[in-house]
């Protein structure tokens, strides 16, 4: 009974890693369950049988990829409630970087999230809603730390927005960039460039703080 449960695990691990590749590699349209199947080793049957259908496995995917990263590099980046908020951001963009920049990680995790947000589907809401969100109140909560807890809070949206903007700039242009200066993204130059847009956005947080008497 254990060798089945286990087999029945193998499976479905095995199909996610297929999907993976495959959903990357060709996009959810053009992607076919066959193919994934073969991928995987398994029967057509064990796709319904565990997702339902293609839209459940996709989102399964999805969920998949996303749930490791966070797992891995929680948002909070293992600093608690009661640090300062300078530690708390500094500690936020780390973790949030080495999520979307790890090179441990397989490759179709960071192509097929790039996809899904220029193309979103469905199963995209379910991981803002459940993964996303979640991280992003803890980076507003720290931003409204930082400033004093303003009553204005589109300042609070803008500067959270230029802070995730500057980290998924060399998520999207990380080739681009890795081309344009000497420089390779592995794990030492990540907490060197956290560094860098801690202080920068420090900076720029208290100059707006100062600038409108908070």
Known sequence: MAKTGKNTTDTRERLLQAAGEAFARSGFRSTTVREISKGADANVAAV????????????????????????????????GRQA???????????????????????????KLMAMETADPTPALDQILQELVRPAFEILLSIIRDLL??????????????????????????????????????????????????????????????????L
């Not at 997702?51 to 749930?67: C, I, T």
């Not at 300078?86 to 790890?102: G, K, N, V, W, Y």
Request: charged share 20%.
């Open 48 to 79: 319904n049988y565990h997702f339902g259908d293609k839209e459940g496995l996709y989102a399964a995917v999805l969920q998949y990829a996303s749930r490791a990263a966070m797992q891995k590099y929680p948002p909070d980046g293992g600093i």
């Open 84 to 110: 300062p908020p300078e530690q708390r951001l500094a500690a936020f963009i780390r973790s949030f970087l080495h999520r979307i920049l790890d090179e441990g990680r397989p490759a179709w995790h960071g």
């Open 148 to 213: 004093g807890n303003p009553e204005d809070n589109e300042t609070v949206y803008f500067c959270a927005g230029s802070i995730v903007g500057q980290c998924l700039h060399y998520f999207y242009s990380r080739p681009v960039m890795e081309r344009l200066v000497p420089m390779r993204l592995g794990a030492g130059v990540i907490d060197r460039l956290a560094e860098h847009i801690a202080r920068f956005s420090l900076f720029a947080i208290k100059g707006i703080a100062q600038e409108n008497g």
